[in-house]
């Protein structure tokens, strides 16, 4: 949905870096999310954010922390990459108002080397 | 703790055959169910989704889900597949409900064979 971008698309780090993954929605929805996606895992949510103001963990927030720098922008940083959050991660926006739909960016596909 | 599982991790059809995956969840109150498919390269489509009301909702491309509360079941079909379903499938749940956290199955990879 070309709505919820993501970026950058791929990204190869090493070990030890600081990486940024940038979240952008034109959608106007409140409610923002980030996921990762592992084969045989599904999506597992790592942070989500209901208000600018509002921002929690999910299920696996740990090496991860997130910014909401407005209604529009979600980001989600990796502050010492590792090998295994090697992933694809997707960030998503939902309205309450909708049922709570959520709409899902792209992706990034992050490899951490 | 909430969870959902999908058993049907590949599937492998032919053309016109029938499709059904399978998805139960753990969650003893009131729950919102959603069915996601991500083909090739993209990202994750909206295929259907179960708030209230009639147990079977149909969603696109021919796809449908009954609720079976009992069963704590919320399992897709079509009766004939296309080469273009082959694609990655996910099954949803959100719990308690309006607080838009989605636990998504593990997946399920459908191959079509033309």
């Known amino acids: 949905d070309a709505d919820v971008t993501q970026t950058p698309r791929n990204r190869i780090t090493k070990t030890g870096k600081r990486i940024m993954l940038e979240c952008s929605q034109t959608?106007?929805?409140?409610?923002m999310y980030w996921y990762r996606q592992d084969p045989g895992l599904g999506l597992r949510l790592i942070y989500y954010s209901f208000d600018v103001k509002d921002i929690n963990k999910g299920e696996i927030s740990d090496g991860y922390s997130v910014s909401r720098q407005a209604q529009a922008k979600f980001s989600l940083s990796l502050e010492s990459a590792i090998p295994n959050q090697t992933a694809l991660y997707f960030c998503a926006t939902s309205d309450p108002r909708q049922g709570n739909t959520q709409y899902f960016g792209p992706g990034t596909r992050l490899t951490v080397l | 703790a909430q969870s959902v599982s999908q058993h049907n991790h590949h599937v492998i059809l032919s053309e016109a055959a029938s499709l059904e995956l399978g998805c139960n969840y753990s969650?003893?109150?009131?729950?919102?169910l959603f069915w996601y498919v991500q083909y090739p390269g993209q990202h994750l489509q909206l295929l259907l989704k179960y708030f209230s009301g009639d147990p079977l909702v149909k969603g696109i491309k021919g796809f449908e889900a009954e609720f079976i509360k009992s069963k704590f079941s919320f399992n897709l079909r079509k009766p004939s597949v296309q080469w273009s379903d082959t694609a990655e499938y996910f099954c949803a749940v959100e719990g308690s409900s309006n607080t838009g956290k989605l636990i998504f199955g593990q997946g399920t990879t459908l191959q079509v064979k033309p």
């Open positions: 969650y003893g109150g009131t729950v919102n």
């Open positions: 959608k106007g929805h409140d409610r």
